[in-house]
T-cell receptor, first 111, second 116 residues
Framework: GQNIDQPTEMTATEGAIVQINCTYQTSGFNGLFWYQQHAGEAPTFLSYNVLDGLEEKGRFSSFLSRSKGYSYLLLKELQMKDSASYLCAVDIMGGGNKLTFGTGTQLKVEL | DSGVTQTPKHLITATGQRVTLRCSPRSGDLSVYWYQQSLDQGLQFLIQYYNGEERAKGNILERFSAQQFPDLHSELNLSSLELGDSALYFC???????????????FGPGTRLTVL
């Protein structure tokens, strides 16, 4: 089976930097997605990592270490609108393209 | 706006009833995925269709079934509904969906199902 762990909640200050960690234990790992989800809304795609290293995309960056089963999402210059749930999802090899999601990290950005 | 549409937005029904949720994928996408999101469970994969055929299955209950039509829209049928089926049901689509080829999945706005 798959096991994906993320912190349940985090709080950060507007303008600051926050790092949201995700660890996973799975067989047949293909890659890892990060999605942002505001309450009651659809998850929206942020990033995809398949190789080790850092992928930067504007204020958001995502890092992957396949050997350690570890990823993080880095959010810089936090804005109030970044308050949302951040979902880590693992793509498993074999049989379609289904994603296994962690339970999400609820980020609260404060003034 | 992801380009994935879902109807209805809200659905309220009673236990024992049957409902159908509808999803239209982004233009050109061949794969459709269904997910269930309840408060205590997070996003759970239910089933995937690729170009009309079932491609992958998650922990989908036997009371639930889905299909993808020739125009690529998909329907999720939920029957003998129970209180515990109350959840947000999301549809996502991707360009392909083959094993070993990873596509980004784009999610629709969801259908909120309430079973009373």
């Amino acid at each position: 089976g798959q096991n994906i762990d993320q912190p349940t909640e985090m709080t950060a200050t507007e303008g600051a930097i926050v790092q949201i960690n995700c660890t996973y234990q799975t067989s047949g790992f293909n890659g890892l997605f990060w999605y942002q989800q505001h309450a009651g809304e659809a998850p929206t795609f942020l990033s995809y990592n398949v190789l080790d290293g850092l992928e930067e995309k504007g204020r958001f960056s995502s890092f992957l270490s396949r050997s350690k089963g570890y990823s993080y999402l880095l959010l810089k210059e936090l804005q109030m609108k970044d308050s949302a749930s951040y979902l880590c999802a693992v793509d498993i090899m074999g049989g379609g393209n289904k994603l296994t999601f962690g339970t999400g990290t609820q980020l609260k950005v404060e003034l | 706006d992801s380009g994935v549409t879902q109807t209805p937005k809200h659905l309220i029904t009673a236990t024992g009833q049957r409902v159908t949720l509808r999803c239209s994928p982004r233009s050109g996408d061949l794969s459709v995925y269904w997910y269930q999101q309840s408060l205590d469970q997070g996003l759970q994969f239910l089933i995937q269709y690729y170009n009309g055929e079932e491609r992958a299955k998650g922990n989908i209950l036997e009371r639930f079934s889905a299909q993808q039509f020739p125009d690529l829209h998909s329907e999720l049928n939920l029957s003998s509904l129970e209180l515990g089926d109350s959840a947000l049901y999301f549809c996502a689509s991707s360009a392909q969906g083959f094993a070993g080829i990873t596509d980004t999945q784009y999610f629709g706005p969801g259908t909120r199902l309430t079973v009373l």
